[in-house]
């Protein structure tokens, strides 16, 4: 059993260590909070009685032997690098860093240490993903994709109350394209590959970060279409559109519902069936790295990473999102 610590204490957590729970591969065994009394109660809910407020006692434990880190996107890349100096294995919520710089650093510390060091990015693990790639041979050449992820968040009628939560802070490298878009941009890079050209719009919040944006990634042969939104909801699904038919695709991010359509337009459902707690691929997929010695995923790699972090990078700029963490 792999001893695992966490950083963040919401609700993506608690969601992570269902899944991770149900692997039987890893088991809580340590969490930080900065606050003693956040940390305790989420201790409580899990039996678990190491409890740290302070990085530094957090890594120099040798209560876990890996670390699933889902605080703001700001600490990602200042944590993992400290907890893989510490030999700790490190599973950290997607997007991995602010930019690609800190991924590159990131990158550099897993290989030097050798631990594992990998961007919990679900969808790519998932059974649905791999008959997406499946079906493409079935349609290709593919000409176009539209991938759709909008999802209103309950913290923008907060924000429009006029009180700003850490989803719409620069300071935390936070927005719509980090938070939302990037579920659009990552699986079509490991599925297509680095685009030829990048343009990003979006709508602005005064904060500084976006609330909705489109990001269009143009490849020799195809356009990839990323549509994303924190300020609003869709009910549309996504496509990919091949010259010899199209993927309906209902929830991109969780990659179901998915639809054959041939040239003449008859539609077929051929999902597979998934686990309910769609993390437990990814959560499996960390330990077996663990288990067998590896250090990089052969499904989230270092390199559809760093790709997918240059293309966010790029749109930033295109939209005009600074973040404090670009300046250092």
């Not at 989420?42 to 302070?54: L, N, Q, S, W």
């Not at 649905?128 to 493409?136: C, P, R, S």
């Not at 297509?192 to 343009?199: A, E, N």
Request: with cysteine; glycine share 6%; proline share 3%.
């Amino acid at each position: 059993m792999i001893k695992l610590g966490v950083i963040g204490t919401n609700w993506i957590t608690d969601r992570f260590l269902d899944a991770a729970h149900q692997t039987g591969e890893l088991q809580l065994s340590a969490v930080y909070s900065r606050t003693e009394e956040k940390a305790q109660q989420f201790a409580d809910k899990y039996e678990v009685d190491a409890i740290f407020t302070h990085l530094s006692d957090f890594f120099e434990s040798d209560a876990f032997d890996a670390v699933y880190i889902a605080s703001p996107t700001a600490l990602h890349a200042s944590q993992a690098i400290q907890a893989m100096e510490h030999k700790k294995h490190v599973l950290v919520e997607k997007p991995m860093a602010s930019n690609v710089r800190e991924a590159e650093k990131m990158v550099a510390v897993a290989e030097k240490e050798g631990v594992v060091l990998m961007e919990a990015m679900k969808t790519t693990h998932l059974p649905n993903f791999d008959l997406v790639k499946d079906l493409i041979e079935e349609i290709k050449p593919v000409r176009r994709v539209i991938a759709n992820f909008c999802q209103y968040s309950s913290r923008y009628d907060r924000y429009k109350e006029g009180e700003v939560l850490n989803a719409f802070k620069p300071e935390l490298s936070n927005g719509s394209l980090m938070d939302i878009g990037i579920y659009t941009i990552y699986p079509t890079i490991k599925l297509f590959g680095q685009p030829k050209k990048i343009q990003a719009s979006a709508m602005m919040l005064d904060t500084g970060v976006d609330g909705s944006g489109t990001v269009l990634l143009s490849y020799d042969e195809l356009e990839a279409n990323m549509i994303f939104s924190k300020i609003t909801n869709s009910a549309l699904p996504s496509e990919i559109q091949g010259e010899n038919g199209s993927i309906v695709i209902d929830k991109w991010s969780d990659m179901s519902g998915i639809h054959l359509v041939d040239k003449e337009g008859h539609k077929e459902e051929r999902s597979l069936e998934q686990l309910t707690n769609s993390m437990g691929y990814e959560a499996h997929h960390f330990a077996e790295l663990i288990k067998t010695g590896r250090t990089e995923s052969d499904v989230n790699t270092f390199d559809t990473s760093l790709q997918t972090m240059k293309v966010l990078d790029v749109a930033r700029r295109q939209i005009g999102v600074v973040y404090p963490a670009d300046e250092k």
